[in-house]
């Protein structure tokens, strides 16, 4: 099954994702403001996008550090025995 031209996402939305990702990752600050700021007139693609690119890098931040935990746990556990 191949995606329809309407399931792949636009050019601009892929930018905004990528941006949204990159600047979770690198300046989270100023994506919030940028954000923010933007609420104010009421989300497009673009910000929409990129709120999405925020929520993946925070998404995979957070599965890194359930990751990091888990392993310390375990590291605990074997000085214990």
Do not use: C, F, W
């Not at 600050?29 to 497009?44: F, R, S, T, V, W």
């Not at 693609?45 to 925020?54: F, L, N, S, T, V």
């Not at 993946?56 to 931040?61: C, L, N, P, S, V």
């Amino acid at each position: 099954m191949t995606m329809s031209e309407e399931d792949e996402p636009s050019l601009e939305y892929i930018k905004g994702y990528n941006q949204g990702y990159q600047l979770s990752k690198h300046d989270p600050e100023l994506l919030d403001k940028i954000l923010q700021a933007q609420a104010k007139e009421g989300d497009n693609e673009y910000i929409k996008a990129m709120r999405h690119g925020q929520g993946q890098h925070q998404q995979e931040k957070m599965v890194a550090e359930m990751k990091a935990i888990r392993e310390r746990q375990k590291q605990i556990i074997r000085r214990k025995r």
